[in-house]
C-alpha cells in the first residue's frame, strides 16, 4: 500500500499493556494471535481469557484469513481523515481462527465487494509507531457458500438524484 | 420474590414533554425542568413530594444528578444517573419500579432533557479505537452492518427500510409533536442521500432537543392521583458488555431476545395479548430488529409480515404509531414510552392517531455502543 506516511491524518488504533504484542506482531507483518491453555482464542487483550479466566497463554501464528461477514460504504464524512476518501468502505472480517475484526477493503471497487467474499490482511505501516491491515480479495475471487444463492450489490443501489457529501447530518 | 410478584406493582401515573425542535436558548437542564412541571401536572403532585430521582445522562455531558435535581427543585432520597445509551429511559424506569416496590421512596420522577440539536453534537464518536482506525463512526454504525448483512441472508433491498421511514413519516404527519412531518414517498426515499450505505439519510433519527419526564409511584398510591395508573406489567433487560469479541453476535438477537422474554414471562403475556409495539430505532433497521428479535415474527419474514397495512392503526399490531425516531424525535425512546402512555390512556390528542381499545403495549429499546437491550409493557 502506498500510504502518504509524513502525513496521516487518521486515527490510529490505541495500543495498551495486553495488546502490545499483537501489535507488535503487525508491525513485523507476521500477526500473532492469544490464546489460552484451553485453546481460546483471546481478542481484544485482557489480563485473563474472556472464556474461562485463564491467565496462562502463548502467541501463535494468525492466518491473516478471512471472511467478509458485513460491511458498509461510508458517503458522510466523520473525520477529516477521510476527506479525499468518500465514500469508502468499512468491513468486519470474520477472521479463520474465529474472531471479527473491523478493517477496510483495498484492491478492488467498492462495487466489487460483497458479504461471504474471502479475503487475507495485508498491512501499511502508516506511522513509525503502527502498522495497520487492510484486507484484500483472496485471488481468484472466492466466496463463502451464501444460504440463498441471490444477492443485492452495491452496484444495485438506487442512484439517489443528489450524491453530494454533506459534512454533518443536517440540513435534511 | 420472583420478577411476577412485581407485576402490576409499580405505576406511570404521571407524563410530561416539551415541545421538539431546536431550542437553542435552553440548556439540556431546562429542558428536563419543563418536561417535569409538565408531568407535575399530569398527575397533581407537587415538587416537594418527589423523593426519588432517576436521570438520563446525555450526550455532550448534560443530566448532571445534582444539576439536574437543583434545576428541578428536587431534593431526593434516592436515585441516580446513569447511560445505556440508547437504552437509558427503560433501564431508569426499571431501577425506579424496583425501588419504588421495595419502600424506599414514594414517588420517582425520571428526566431526560437534551439540547443535542442546538449544541451541534455530531455524534462522531467511534466504537472503539480500532474501528476509528477504518472510519467506523456514529451509534448507527452496528445497525448498518446489521442490515448489510440481513440483505445478504435475507435477500432484502434498501426498499425494506425506506417502507419503515415512509410508514413513520405517515403517523408523524398526523402528529403534531413531530418534527419531520413533510410527506414521503418511496420514490423520495430511494432517491435520497446515502449515510451509509445501505442507509439512506431518511433511515436516521432527526436530531431534536427536548425533554421528557415519567412520574412513577406503587399501585396503591396511584389510585389517589389525578390520571388513571398506566400499570407496568412486566419488564425486562438484558446486557453484554462492550468487547470486539461481541460483534459475531448473529443479527444481534442474543442481546434484544432475552430483554423481550423476561418482560412477557414477567406480565405473563404472549405476543397475541399485545395492542401495539414501540421500538426505540434511532435508525430503520431497529424496527426489523423490534419485530423479529423481539418474537413478533420470525427472523428474515419482517417484509412479508409488515405488508398489508399489519402494522398501521387498525393492524394487528400498530408500530412506531408516533413517527419514530426519523420523524418524530430524536429522545431515544422516551418519546415512544410517553405516546404509550397517552395511547393507553386514550388520549392521544388527533384522535386518528388513537388505537382504538387498546390495553397493552410494549416499548422496547435497544443501544448499540454499550450493549443494552430492555422492555416494558404497560397497561391500563
Known amino acids: 500500500m502506498a500510504t502518504e506516511k509524513k502525513d496521516y491524518d487518521k486515527p490510529v488504533p490505541l495500543i495498551e499493556k495486553w495488546s502490545q504484542p499483537f501489535w507488535d506482531s503487525i508491525k513485523t507483518h507476521r500477526p500473532l494471535i492469544r490464546k489460552c491453555k484451553n485453546g481460546h482464542v483471546n481478542f481484544p487483550y485482557t489480563a485473563l481469557c474472556g472464556r474461562c479466566g485463564s491467565h496462562e497463554h502463548q502467541w501463535v501464528p494468525l492466518s491473516g484469513k478471512g471472511t467478509i461477514f458485513s460491511f458498509a460504504i461510508y458517503y458522510q464524512l466523520w473525520h477529516s481523515g477521510w476527506k479525499d476518501d468518500v465514500p469508502y468502505n468499512a468491513?468486519?472480517?470474520?477472521?479463520?481462527?474465529?474472531?471479527?475484526?473491523?478493517?477496510?477493503?483495498?484492491?478492488?471497487?467498492?462495487?466489487?465487494?460483497?458479504?461471504?467474499?474471502?479475503?487475507?490482511?495485508?498491512?501499511?505501516?502508516?506511522?513509525?509507531?503502527?502498522?495497520?491491515?487492510?484486507?484484500?480479495?483472496?485471488?481468484?475471487?472466492?466466496?463463502?457458500?451464501?444460504?440463498?444463492?441471490?444477492?443485492?450489490?452495491?452496484?444495485?443501489r438506487p442512484k439517489p438524484r443528489d450524491s453530494a457529501v454533506s459534512a454533518t447530518m443536517r440540513g435534511r | 420474590m420472583s420478577l411476577r410478584d412485581l407485576k402490576d406493582k409499580v405505576c406511570i401515573v404521571g407524563v410530561g414533554d416539551t415541545p421538539q425542535g431546536a431550542f437553542p436558548d435552553k440548556t439540556g437542564d431546562d429542558l428536563a425542568a419543563e418536561a417535569f412541571s409538565n408531568a407535575l401536572a399530569d398527575c397533581g403532585l407537587k415538587r416537594e413530594e418527589i423523593d426519588a430521582l432517576f436521570v438520563q445522562t446525555s450526550w455532550g455531558g448534560q443530566g448532571d444528578y445534582r444539576n439536574v435535581g437543583l434545576t428541578l427543585g428536587v431534593q431526593p432520597k434516592?436515585?441516580?444517573?446513569?447511560?445505556?445509551?440508547?437504552?437509558?429511559?427503560?433501564?431508569?424506569?426499571?431501577?425506579?419500579?424496583?425501588?419504588?416496590?421495595?419502600?424506599?421512596?414514594?414517588?420517582?420522577?425520571?428526566?431526560?432533557?437534551?439540547?443535542?440539536?442546538?449544541?451541534?453534537?455530531?455524534?462522531?464518536?467511534?466504537?472503539?479505537?480500532?474501528?476509528?482506525?477504518?472510519?467506523?463512526?456514529?451509534?448507527?454504525?452496528?445497525?448498518?452492518?446489521?442490515?448489510?448483512?440481513?440483505?445478504?441472508?435475507?435477500?432484502?433491498?434498501?426498499?425494506?427500510?425506506?417502507?419503515?421511514?415512509?410508514?413513520?413519516?405517515?403517523?408523524?404527519?398526523?402528529?403534531?409533536?413531530?418534527?419531520?412531518?413533510?410527506?414521503?414517498?418511496?420514490?423520495?426515499?430511494?432517491?435520497?442521500?446515502?449515510?451509509?450505505?445501505?442507509?439512506?439519510?431518511?433511515?436516521?433519527?432527526?436530531?431534536?432537543?427536548?425533554?421528557?419526564?415519567?412520574?412513577?409511584?406503587?399501585?396503591?398510591?396511584?389510585?389517589?392521583?389525578?390520571?388513571?395508573?398506566?400499570?407496568?406489567?412486566?419488564?425486562?433487560?438484558?446486557?453484554?458488555?462492550?468487547?470486539?469479541?461481541?460483534?459475531?453476535?448473529?443479527?444481534?438477537?442474543?442481546?434484544?431476545?432475552?430483554s423481550g422474554k423476561m418482560a412477557m414471562e414477567m406480565g405473563g403475556v404472549s405476543h397475541k395479548d399485545i395492542d401495539a409495539l414501540y421500538v426505540m430505532e434511532s435508525y430503520t433497521p431497529g424496527v426489523i430488529a423490534g419485530l423479529e428479535n423481539y418474537g413478533f415474527c420470525r427472523e428474515g419474514e419482517a417484509l412479508s409480515w409488515i405488508a398489508n397495512g399489519r402494522i398501521d392503526i387498525g393492524g394487528e399490531l400498530p408500530v412506531n404509531i408516533n413517527g419514530g425516531e426519523t420523524s418524530e424525535t430524536y429522545m431515544v425512546g422516551w418519546q415512544n414510552t410517553?405516546?404509550?402512555?397517552?395511547?393507553?390512556?386514550?388520549?392521544?390528542?388527533?384522535?386518528?392517531?388513537?388505537?382504538?381499545?387498546?390495553?397493552?403495549?410494549?416499548?422496547?429499546?435497544?443501544?448499540?455502543?454499550?450493549?443494552?437491550?430492555?422492555?416494558l409493557i404497560l397497561r391500563r
Request: proline share 5%; charged share 20%; with cysteine.
Open chain 2, 338 to 375: 410517553c405516546d404509550a402512555v397517552r395511547q393507553l390512556r386514550n388520549e392521544a390528542q388527533e384522535r386518528s392517531r388513537q388505537i382504538p381499545n387498546a390495553e397493552v403495549i410494549m416499548c422496547t429499546y435497544m443501544a448499540t455502543y454499550f450493549e443494552h437491550a430492555g422492555c
Open chain 1, 91 to 156: 468491513v468486519l472480517v470474520e477472521l479463520d481462527e474465529g474472531i471479527q475484526v473491523p478493517g477496510d477493503v483495498v484492491g478492488i471497487k467498492n462495487e466489487e465487494i460483497d458479504v461471504g467474499m474471502r479475503v487475507e490482511m495485508t498491512f501499511d505501516d502508516v506511522t513509525p509507531e503502527v502498522t495497520i491491515w487492510h484486507f484484500q480479495p483472496l485471488e481468484p475471487l472466492q466466496f463463502a457458500a451464501h444460504p440463498l444463492g441471490r444477492r443485492y450489490r452495491y452496484e444495485d
Open chain 2, 78 to 258: 434516592v436515585g441516580g444517573a446513569a447511560s445505556r445509551q440508547h437504552a437509558t429511559g427503560c433501564y431508569l424506569i426499571q431501577q425506579a419500579a424496583l425501588l419504588l416496590n421495595a419502600g424506599m421512596a414514594n414517588y420517582a420522577a425520571v428526566v431526560y432533557g437534551t439540547n443535542q440539536r442546538s449544541n451541534r453534537n455530531l455524534f462522531a464518536a467511534a466504537p472503539s479505537e480500532l474501528h476509528a482506525a477504518y472510519g467506523i463512526f456514529n451509534p448507527s454504525w452496528e445497525w448498518v452492518f446489521y442490515y448489510r448483512r440481513y440483505m445478504y441472508l435475507y435477500g432484502t433491498d434498501e426498499s425494506l427500510l425506506g417502507q419503515i421511514a415512509v410508514h413513520q413519516r405517515k403517523y408523524a404527519r398526523m402528529n403534531p409533536k413531530a418534527v419531520q412531518r413533510r410527506p414521503l414517498t418511496m420514490e423520495d426515499y430511494l432517491s435520497s442521500r446515502y449515510v451509509q450505505w445501505p442507509l439512506h439519510m431518511y433511515d436516521y433519527a432527526y436530531i431534536t432537543d427536548g425533554g421528557h419526564c415519567f412520574i412513577l409511584t406503587t399501585a396503591e398510591r396511584a389510585k389517589d392521583l389525578k390520571k388513571p395508573p398506566i400499570y407496568i406489567m412486566g419488564m425486562g433487560t438484558n446486557e453484554v458488555l462492550p468487547s470486539l469479541e461481541l460483534y459475531d453476535v448473529h443479527l444481534r438477537r442474543s442481546i434484544h431476545e432475552p
